[in-house]
């Protein structure tokens, strides 16, 4: 239940939640200080309480009204023969570098549980203890204070009083949000072929709590449907958030383009719309570190967020640039207030990561508040390689060397004692990679000692932190992490270094690679009310339900397309083989179907390769053979104005081939509607390289599912062809043309697995 949503007749809050809200003052300060994992401050709290002796409680359940307002938690413990009211803190380091501002929020939580028990027992007065627990060296430092009733009943009120007209405001605003969304309509004189459909499953799902797998075609409107159908169901289901997730840029501008049409024209009502974007992105001061000693932004950060969040709240519509604005006027860092008001909006627009990473806030407020929310997740296809790569770390022997040339003062002997453990790992290893089903023996127990170290040292420089320190820890502890839930869904992929240099033994690069996300993504499914994932690159279905952990009983639905087959001309060429020992004699092959078409319709066409050498090969002839048709290419590592100036190469009156790598910037997510793109070449079948990790994952998908090359080569790589295609037919005044330059695309299973309703013919061109 969302913090402001009332039990019978008012409002109920968190005791941590109303002291974040109320008690927090003074700097932003993201300076690093060592911290416990959540795992680490469970156990610590267990190694705490059970040192205390009956009849002392622990988790003590507590509640309390101020007015209407309902406070409840839970008291870490409780000694009733003092009577003493303990918070425990987990910490590592110093205890004395706790900065101030979290110690005022630690001493406010006290104080309130304080306040329920002498409410609750009639105490006169009671002890308030704030009980820090080192993890490493399992001591304790306690501060305390005695405290009347009256004292903290004042105390308790005030942040009551702080909180309540917040509080109140929300809870207006639910109901005015609510009462629109039951009178949303459809924003358009009528639905695409396919939308209504599409719209329809999406308002099912979320209204029965289900979730929904989604192949629709490009051009029917997806981001419109799903958002239009999701939204209708939230009032009904008492929905907090709907958070629209997509893996590049562009799909967030759809969405927000949508999100704005959706608006009611009166201000009462209107939807909080947040837009969350990198922390290097929203970063208005790169140069400084994120401290109030170094950036004005986060000077006094907590004590302008008021006023900050009010204006913002009343602002609305918070998509990057309007966030700025509002930030910028009250003098607060843009992504911290961002990361505030995900708290207080209705929908929230961004990317894979803030949802489905290990480290996600959303995911972690998610849980912790606990939300009911709804997920809309667009180009789905890309997110079984993204969250494969959110649950996979390396480790770069070069960051450990770095730091042993210069060694921080006290670090050198825990450098040194992992670089000498580092060298057994491969001392024997004769091949230049190895993979293992199993993390190496002493690896995990050497990496959390060396954290610990790390951690130790930047506590003691607290306010002179050695940044490559920083950065090395931060790589380690994200190993560590990774490597304790190490599991059948990856594998430790060691590989060696080049040779010795004069005589000593080079340190091999370490990596733990996931393989099967599904284990980790299925408690994201389970805490989300209902989801629904869609792009038009899905098939088969089994492909993503199985690699993503989705449930047994999500739904599907596959719309039709709505173009009709004579709009796409498709080609296959049946005397080409791209397969990599036939490339080099098929290069004449495919520039001389490539200049054909061209000629016999010209205009502008992409075409696409397997890889940049393939690319650059094919490039080169056809350049030597056609000098007067204009080409350009896609470059290894395309910064971001070289991608967009390769785009605007397309235009309404413009000729030529652009050349590119299948799966890569302008394989999908790019709009070249009309004359700005008539064609697609595809001389290859996408299918990812054979080699020994990939090989390794069509073994264990094999295992697990039966269809381990599929799985792993065919269905990856046919998405993939599928998406460069869709970049032809936009919409329903497109006319284009598809040449698959490769035998195998004749083949029934290949064929199977194109859109049925392309009508495929032989041959290379139109000619």
């Not at 700097?27 to 705490?48: I, K, M, N």
């Not at 008001?341 to 806030?361: C, E, I, K, T, Y």
């Not at 046919?718 to 083949?747: C, N, T």
């Amino acid at each position: 239940m969302n913090e402001t949503t009332p039990p019978a007749g008012g409002l109920q809050v968190a005791v941590r939640v109303l002291c974040a809200f109320t008690a927090q003052a003074g700097d932003l300060d993201l300076r690093f200080t060592p911290s416990p994992t959540a795992q680490d401050g469970v156990a610590g709290h267990e190694a705490v309480t059970a040192r205390r002796a009956a009849p002392y409680q622990r988790e003590v359940p507590l509640r309390s009204r101020c007015g209407d307002l309902l406070v409840q938690g839970r008291a870490d413990g409780f000694d009733p023969g003092v009577p003493r009211l303990e918070e425990i803190k987990t910490h590592r380091g110093d205890v004395t570098l706790v900065r101030e501002n979290h110690r005022a929020l630690h001493w406010a939580q006290a104080r309130v549980y304080a306040w329920m028990l002498c409410e609750q027992l009639a105490l006169q007065r009671i002890e308030v203890a704030l009980v820090y627990f080192n993890i490493d060296t399992q001591l304790e430092t306690t501060l305390s204070n005695w405290h009347t009733a009256d004292e903290l009943r004042q105390h308790f009120n005030g942040l009551c009083s702080r909180y309540v007209s917040w509080a109140r405001s929300e809870q207006t605003h639910r109901q005015a949000r609510d009462a629109q969304l039951q009178t949303l309509v459809f924003p358009f004189d009528g639905f695409r072929a396919g939308q209504r459909d599409l719209a329809g499953a999406t308002w099912r799902a979320h209204s029965h709590g289900r979730h929904l797998l989604v192949q629709a075609p490009t051009g029917i409107g997806k981001t419109m449907a799903t958002l239009f159908g999701a939204l209708k169901a939230v009032p009904a289901q008492g929905t907090d958030k709907l958070l629209y997730l997509t893996a590049k840029t562009p799909g967030r501008q759809l969405a927000l383009d949508a999100l704005a049409r959706l608006q009611p024209a009166a201000s009462v009502g209107r939807l909080r719309v947040l837009e969350r974007v990198a922390r290097e992105k929203a970063c208005e001061h790169p140069d400084k570190a994120c401290h109030g000693d170094a950036c004005p932004l986060a000077s006094g950060f907590y004590d302008r967020l008021p006023q900050a969040r009010i204006e913002a709240a009343h602002t609305a519509w918070l998509d990057q640039a309007g966030l700025r604005t509002v930030a910028l006027k009250h003098g607060v860092c843009p992504y911290y207030l961002g990361q505030d008001m995900l708290r207080w909006s209705d929908v929230v627009v961004g990317d894979f990561n803030h949802f489905f990473d290990p480290s996600a806030h959303a995911w972690a407020l998610t849980v912790g508040e606990p939300w009911r929310v709804g997920v809309l997740i667009d180009e789905a296809h890309n997110l079984v390689e993204r969250a494969r790569l959110m649950y996979s770390a390396e480790l770069d022997p070069s960051g450990l060397a770095a730091l042993r040339k210069a060694p921080p003062a006290g670090l050198k002997a825990s450098l040194d004692r992992l670089h000498r453990f580092w060298g057994t790992l491969a001392r024997d290893q004769a091949l230049v990679q190895v993979l293992q089903d199993d993390v190496p023996d002493g690896l995990l127990g050497a990496l959390q000692q060396h954290t610990a170290d790390l951690s130790e040292h930047l506590a003691q420089n607290a306010t002179a932190p050695d940044v490559r320190v920083q950065a090395w820890l931060f790589e380690v502890l994200h190993f560590v992490r990774v490597a304790e839930v190490f599991g059948d869904h990856s594998l430790v992929e060691i590989t060696r270094a080049s040779p010795a240099v004069r005589g000593r033994a080079p340190r091999p690069r370490l990596a733990i690679r996931n393989l099967v996300p599904a284990p980790h993504l299925q408690p994201r499914w389970q805490a989300a009310h209902s989801a629904t994932l869609f792009s038009a690159t899905l098939s088969p279905m089994d492909h993503a339900i199985d690699l993503l952990g989705l449930p047994a009983d999500c739904a599907r639905l596959e719309v039709p397309s709505p173009f009709d087959p004579a709009q796409l001309t498709v080609h296959v060429t049946p005397h080409i083989s791209t397969r990599f020992n036939d490339r080099a004699a098929s290069l004449g092959d495919v520039v001389a179907v490539m200049a054909a078409q061209h000629r016999d319709l010209p205009g502008n066409y992409l075409a696409f390769f397997s890889s940049f050498d393939y690319l650059q090969q094919v490039l080169a002839r056809f350049e030597a053979a056609h000098p007067d048709i204009a080409v350009w290419a896609q470059s290894r590592g395309m910064a971001e104005p070289d991608r967009n100036a390769f785009v605007a190469r397309f235009t309404e009156h413009s000729q030529g081939i652009g050349f590119a790598v299948l799966g890569g910037a302008f394989g999908e997510g790019i709009d070249l509607p009309g004359q700005r793109l008539i064609g697609a070449f595809i001389a290859t079948l996408g299918l990812p390289q054979v080699n020994p990790l990939n090989e390794q994952l069509r073994k264990r998908l094999q295992n697990r599912f039966g269809r381990g090359h599929d799985y792993a080569y065919l269905f990856p790589g046919l998405q993939k062809v599928v998406q460069a295609a869709g970049r032809v037919i936009r919409g329903p005044d497109d006319r284009g043309v598809v040449v698959l330059m490769d035998d195998r695309f004749a083949r029934p299973e290949v064929r199977a697995l194109l859109p049925p309703w392309w009508k495929i013919r032989q041959g290379g061109s139109t000619a």
